[in-house]
């Protein structure tokens, strides 16, 4: 015998239910994105893991609400599956972040758990509400069946309202709630409407708990991610942004907090970190340097130093991010050079618009561990050569672990399909500098000129003289159509994981 509801439903009614449904679905997927990204970053495994969790608990909800609105096709049960989605999904933001530093733990020190780390962290905290919210649409179709004949039109009505919903959630939350308000009040906003709406099955009494849910909004957020010595945190529409101060420097840090991005010191320029490597370059040139471009710029490391050790030099200094140019000017120096001119802007569409004549192209926007593959494609390389003046010099700051050059390999595989000579100098431990030059150089030239400096950066070209090596390169140079990186970096990080490999760094010589 087949079940039939236990009351009568408005289809109004089950069509707001349903619409909130799709709001919050969608909004929680946005929203475990930038809960995740300050431990595991922001790169496409990540947004993976969310996406394909995300579908996979809705389909699992798709099927379990459909049997179960036909074993007990009550409107009270699914107004108490919205309720317990709707405490779910508040409880998420407060779960998250000792769950996720548990997570974390053990893991920051390879730079790896993003895969691994990101899986269990949506498995745990986001499988379980949104494969309550994907319950609701197929228990609100079986509620608003009537007849056989109408079965097509309220099934078609249901899930396009449902879309609609998600479309929203999207939008919403992604462009105006979470820059507006913050990703916890983003959920609790989203948790106190789905009460809202199971209170519409569950009776007048059930508004309270949309207005408990509502309440939290005033609860401040917490650190987003414990550190010592934060003096800034924040979410832009990028990405998580921290400023910390301790020993002396300020450091910043984005996403995950595996990398520091940016340091300042008050009284020194020099750090001993990749940033001084940038600095040892502009004597390959033979003249002196006129015009940089830093892709990357952050919060303006390289950007200072710039102008103390090269001051008649006009720097673009290029960001995605106003808010990590922000927290620059604010806390980093970045207006200290007053040659530097800051750009608000995605590296590539910038080189497009430019009209080039560049000494130096710096390319520092490759954030651990992933590399943006539209920056280390032979299309890429292409547009930097045209963007550089005859003689000009290209340096790329490439992620690497000790013994495994695959990353760096293969990008100055890339390089050497437009430029004439590429070298490789392996600074630091994790990263190596690929230097693609418009003009070769017998590496007698290259030793000339990088020893005969003099004063603080004497220490820094000389290292660099010793150590520069012509670059390997071997295979197909990598295309926007096909540039494995990340495939390429997991099976680094794994690799040296499994290996027990660990982050410790011996800094640049500086100056005394």
Same mark, same amino acid.
């Given at each position: 015998?087949?079940?039939?509801?236990?009351?009568?439903?408005?289809?109004?009614?089950?069509?707001?239910?349903?619409?909130? +449904?799709? @709001?919050?679905?969608? %909004?929680?997927?946005? &929203? =475990?994105?930038?809960? !995740? *990204?300050?431990? #595991?970053?922001?790169? $496409?495994?990540?947004?993976?893991?969310?996406?394909?969790?995300?579908?996979?608990?809705?389909?699992?909800?798709?099927?379990?609400?459909?049997?179960?609105?036909?074993?007990?096709?009550?409107?009270?049960?699914?107004? +108490?599956? @919205?309720?317990?989605? %709707?405490?779910?999904? &508040? =409880?998420?933001?407060? !779960? *998250?972040?000792? #769950?996720?530093?548990? $997570?974390?733990?053990?893991?920051?020190?390879?730079?790896?758990?993003?895969?691994?780390?990101?899986?269990?962290?949506?498995?745990?905290?986001?499988?379980?509400?949104?494969?309550?919210?994907?319950?609701?649409?197929?228990?609100?179709?079986?509620?608003?069946?009537?007849?056989?004949?109408?079965?097509?039109?309220? *099934?078609?009505?249901?899930?396009?309202?449902?879309?609609?919903?998600?479309?929203?959630?999207?939008?919403?939350?992604?462009?105006?709630?979470i820059p507006l308000i913050g990703t916890q009040r983003t959920l609790l906003l989203s948790a106190a409407l789905l009460a809202v709406?199971?209170?519409?099955?569950?009776?007048?009494?059930?508004?309270?708990?949309?207005?408990?849910? *509502?309440?939290?909004?005033?609860?401040?957020?917490?650190?987003?991610?414990?550190?010592?010595?934060?003096?800034?945190?924040?979410?832009?529409?990028?990405?998580?942004?921290?400023?910390?101060?301790?020993?002396?420097?300020?450091?910043?840090?984005?996403?995950?907090?595996?990398?520091?991005?940016?340091?300042?010191?008050?009284?020194?320029?020099?750090?001993?970190?990749?940033?001084?490597?940038?600095?040892?370059?502009?004597?390959?040139?033979?003249?002196?340097?006129?015009?940089?471009?830093?892709?990357?710029?952050?919060?303006?490391?390289?950007?200072?130093?710039?102008?103390?050790?090269?001051?008649?030099?006009?720097?673009?200094?290029?960001?995605?991010?106003?808010?990590?140019?922000?927290?620059?000017?604010?806390?980093?120096?970045?207006?200290?050079?007053?040659?530097?001119?800051?750009?608000?802007?995605?590296?590539?569409?910038?080189l497009r618009r430019s009209d080039g004549g560049y000494d130096l192209i710096v390319i520092d926007a490759y954030r651990p561990p992933?590399?943006?593959?539209?920056?280390?494609?032979?299309?890429?390389?292409?547009?930097?050569?045209?963007?550089?003046?005859?003689?000009?010099?290209?340096?790329?700051?490439?992620?690497?672990?000790?013994?495994?050059?695959?990353?760096?390999?293969?990008?100055?595989?890339?390089?050497?399909?437009?430029?004439?000579?590429?070298?490789?100098?392996?600074?630091?431990?994790?990263?190596?500098?690929?230097?693609?030059?418009?003009?070769?150089?017998?590496?007698?030239?290259?030793?000339?000129?990088?020893?005969?400096?003099?004063?603080?950066?004497?220490?820094?070209?000389?290292?660099?003289?010793?150590?520069?090596?012509?670059?390997?390169?071997?295979?197909?140079?990598?295309?926007?159509?096909?540039?494995?990186?990340?495939?390429?970096?997991?099976?680094?990080?794994?690799?040296?994981?499994?290996?027990?490999?660990?982050?410790?760094?011996?800094?640049?010589?500086?100056?005394?």
């Amino acid at each position: 015998m087949v079940a039939m509801p236990t009351a009568a439903v408005p289809l109004g009614r089950l069509s707001a239910v349903v619409f909130m +449904a799709g @709001v919050g679905s969608l %909004a929680t997927e946005i &929203a =475990a994105s930038r809960l !995740l *990204a300050p431990y #595991f970053g922001n790169s $496409t495994i990540v947004w993976a893991n969310v996406i394909g969790l995300v579908l996979a608990s809705l389909s699992l909800g798709y099927w379990l609400g459909g049997r179960l609105a036909d074993r007990r096709p009550d409107p009270r049960l699914l107004g +108490a599956i @919205v309720a317990a989605a %709707a405490v779910m999904v &508040a =409880a998420t933001p407060f !779960l *998250a972040r000792p #769950f996720l530093d548990l $997570t974390v733990e053990g893991l920051d020190h390879v730079s790896t758990g993003a895969a691994i780390g990101s899986f269990f962290g949506v498995l745990i905290l986001f499988a379980p509400p949104v494969t309550l919210l994907g319950m609701i649409a197929p228990f609100a179709i079986r509620l608003a069946l009537v007849a056989v004949e109408s079965a097509g039109a309220v *099934a078609g009505r249901l899930y396009a309202v449902s879309t609609i919903g998600s479309l929203l959630g999207t939008f919403l939350s992604a462009l105006i709630a979470i820059p507006l308000i913050g990703t916890q009040r983003t959920l609790l906003l989203s948790a106190a409407l789905l009460a809202v709406a199971g209170a519409t099955l569950l009776g007048v009494r059930w508004l309270a708990l949309g207005a408990a849910l *509502a309440a939290l909004l005033a609860f401040p957020p917490g650190a987003v991610k414990a550190s010592e010595g934060v003096i800034h945190e924040d979410e832009s529409l990028y990405q998580f942004v921290q400023v910390t101060e301790r020993d002396g420097a300020r450091r910043l840090y984005l996403d995950e907090g595996v990398a520091v991005h940016s340091v300042w010191r008050p009284h020194d320029v020099l750090t001993g970190g990749v940033w001084d490597t940038f600095l040892a370059l502009p004597p390959l040139l033979g003249r002196p340097l006129q015009r940089v471009a830093i892709l990357g710029n952050a919060g303006g490391t390289t950007a200072r130093a710039m102008g103390i050790y090269y001051p008649n030099a006009e720097i673009d200094g290029v960001e995605l991010d106003p808010a990590v140019t922000d927290v620059g000017r604010r806390y980093l120096g970045l207006g200290d050079n007053p040659r530097l001119h800051v750009h608000t802007a995605d590296a590539r569409p910038f080189l497009r618009r430019s009209d080039g004549g560049y000494d130096l192209i710096v390319i520092d926007a490759y954030r651990p561990p992933y590399v943006p593959f539209y920056l280390a494609t032979r299309e890429f390389f292409d547009l930097v050569r045209g963007r550089l003046a005859p003689g000009g010099i290209v340096a790329l700051n490439v992620a690497s672990v000790p013994d495994d050059t695959r990353l760096a390999d293969g990008i100055a595989t890339t390089v050497a399909a437009d430029f004439p000579a590429v070298w490789t100098w392996q600074a630091l431990r994790f990263n190596q500098i690929v230097v693609g030059l418009t003009r070769d150089l017998p590496r007698r030239e290259i030793e000339r000129r990088l020893n005969a400096v003099r004063g603080d950066l004497a220490p820094l070209t000389h290292l660099a003289a010793r150590d520069f090596t012509p670059a390997r390169t071997s295979g197909d140079p990598w295309t926007d159509d096909h540039a494995p990186v990340e495939w390429i970096t997991d099976r680094m990080i794994v690799e040296y994981a499994a290996e027990g490999g660990r982050l410790d760094e011996t800094p640049l010589p500086t100056a005394p």
